[in-house]
């Protein structure tokens, strides 16, 4: 099973920078992983942030274009860490920030089967 773990979360001054983690860990090298941020502020439905595919191609919603950048990091004992890193936060920044792990099909799995974080709390006070 894939356990993602975020942290990284604060509060932090408009115009300020974060970078948020997600430690996965149950991988295997022997399968492809997308991963992703995604975020819910209170009130609102969840919505896509970032992703970075399986060959490194990452995607950004148009509301962080230019201000987040993700990025993976392969690690020893099955695990893999994902970054997020913030800048020029605003307000409407401000929401809980999920990492999903897609785990693609593979020669042991035979679909997709998607992970999902616990979260960890962004707050950009206005």
């Known amino acids: 099973v894939v356990r993602p773990v975020e942290s990284g979360g604060g509060t932090v001054q408009a115009g300020g920078s974060l970078r948020l983690s997600c430690e996965a860990s149950g991988v295997t090298d022997r399968c492809p992983y997308d991963m992703s941020w995604y975020r819910q502020a209170p009130g609102k439905d969840r919505e896509f942030v970032s992703q970075i595919d399986s060959v490194g191609t990452s995607s950004y919603a148009d509301s962080v274009k230019g201000r987040f950048t993700i990025s993976q990091v392969d690690q020893d004992n099955n695990r893999k860490t994902l970054y997020l890193q913030m800048s020029t936060l605003r307000p409407e920044d401000t929401a809980m920030y999920y990492c999903?792990?897609?785990?693609?099909?593979?020669?042991?799995?035979?679909?997709?089967?998607?992970?999902w974080g616990q979260g960890t709390q962004v707050t950009v006070p206005p």
């Open positions: 999903k792990v897609d785990r693609r099909p593979c020669k042991y799995f035979s679909r997709t089967d998607s992970f």
